[in-house]
T-cell receptor, first 117, second 112 residues
Framework: DGGITQSPKYLFRKEGQNVTLSCEQNLNHDAMYWYRQDPGQGLRLIYY???????QKGDIAEGYSVSREKKESFPLTVTSAQKNPTAFYLC????????????????FGPGTRLTVT | KNQVEQSPQSLIILEGKNCTLQCNYTVSPFSNLRWYKQDTGRGPVSLTIMTFSENTKSNGRYTATLDADTKQSSLHITASQLSDSASYIC???????????FGTGTRLQVFP
């Protein structure tokens, strides 16, 4: 999985609780991403970060929060405001090319399957 | 609207046979197209990346083609193996803003 680790692999929570998913990379990549994958749908971007202490909302950021205090870490918090949090969550990273453009290649972690009941 | 459509949704083949997966896109302006393989419960792994000027790219038994005029791509798998059982995802990158549009994938099952 290209030097990206996500933990835990499976996570169970009760409705109304916040939960934080871990993502760590040792590839020295500048950019990191969080995606959500649901059955029958393509991956959807939640948040991304191109540099430490900076991040931007993706297409479905509502109910989620992130931080980027270290280059190698990009944790995602699923808050109680997320109406349908049960899903497979994927973290990815890529290098930053000269001029700020993001590299073509994104490396994905193994994913965390979150189930909220 | 930027979209990526893949067909078929699912495919069953016998071990040793060839197969071709299709990807049609309406993304503009186009930057590049990628094919990923995703095993069940795992993260996607890149197979090929093609830019506008590339028509064909191979990675072992996987060969991807791109027709930028018709906005179509295909992924051909030769002499399939049981380990090829996975979902194959077509991803198109748009320029300005730099954005990835993911297809919903083709679920391939290879049986002995």
């Amino acid at each position: 999985d290209g030097g990206i680790t996500q933990s835990p692999k499976y996570l169970f929570r009760k409705e109304g609780q916040n939960v934080t998913l871990s993502c760590e990379q040792n590839l020295n990549h500048d950019a990191m991403y969080w995606y959500r994958q649901d059955p029958g749908q393509g991956l959807r971007l939640i948040y991304y970060s191109q540099i430490v202490n900076d991040f931007q909302k993706g297409d479905i950021a509502e109910g989620y929060s992130v931080s980027r205090e270290k280059k190698e870490s990009f944790p995602l918090t699923v808050t109680s405001a997320q109406k349908n949090p049960t899903a497979f969550y994927l973290c990815a990273s890529s290098i930053q090319l000269a001029g700020g453009q993001i590299s073509y290649e994104q490396y994905f972690g193994p994913g965390t399957r979150l189930t909220v009941t | 609207k930027n979209q990526v459509e893949q067909s078929p949704q699912s495919l069953i083949i016998l071990e040793g046979k060839n197969c071709t997966l299709q990807c049609n896109y309406t993304v503009s302006p186009f930057s590049n197209l990628r094919w990923y393989k995703q095993d069940t419960g795992r993260g996607p792994v890149s197979l090929t990346i093609m830019t506008f000027s590339e028509n064909t790219k191979s990675n072992g038994r996987y060969t991807a083609t791109l027709d930028a005029d018709t906005k179509q791509s295909s992924l051909h798998i030769t002499a399939s193996q049981l380990s090829d059982s996975a979902s194959y995802i077509c991803v198109v990158s748009a320029m300005a803003p730099d954005k990835l549009i993911f297809g919903t994938g083709t679920r391939l099952q290879v049986f002995p």
